[in-house]
């Protein structure tokens, strides 16, 4: 008699984050950049659009809060993902070390999150 098997389970989206500071500097609110990698499996996971992607600072620091405040969005194709962030409310840039988290969801439900350090000098 063959055993029943569970359905298959998707498999997470495994998230890599890469930042830069771009044009972002102290005092100014032009936006900084993460780099995204979403793969699944091993596989790239390319269709993703600006939807599926929240940005979370939980530790704000006054004139730096740039939660959910994507300004440009980028599908390279290959599984690799563009953001910009800038600050919120046309506040500007305080130097420091930003904390922040990258909730990433797919189509068909599959989730994946990632920490990132965001450096504005």
Do not use: C, E
Not at 37 to 50: A, K, R, Y
């Amino acid at each position: 008699k063959p055993s029943a098997k569970a359905p298959a389970a998707p498999l997470p989206l495994t998230l890599s984050v890469q930042t830069s500071a771009g044009g972002a500097a102290s005092s100014n609110n032009q936006p900084a950049g993460l780099l995204i990698l979403v793969t699944s499996g091993g596989w790239p996971v390319t269709d993703l659009n600006q939807d599926h992607f929240t940005v979370m600072q939980h530790f704000d620091t006054p004139g730096n809060t740039f939660s959910n405040n994507i300004v440009s969005f980028r599908n390279a194709g290959s599984g690799a993902y563009l953001i910009q962030v800038r600050p919120n409310g046309g506040a500007v840039w305080r130097s420091g070390h930003l904390l922040g988290q990258l909730l990433v969801s797919s189509p068909d439900d599959r989730q994946g999150q990632a920490a990132f350090k965001l450096i504005i000098r």
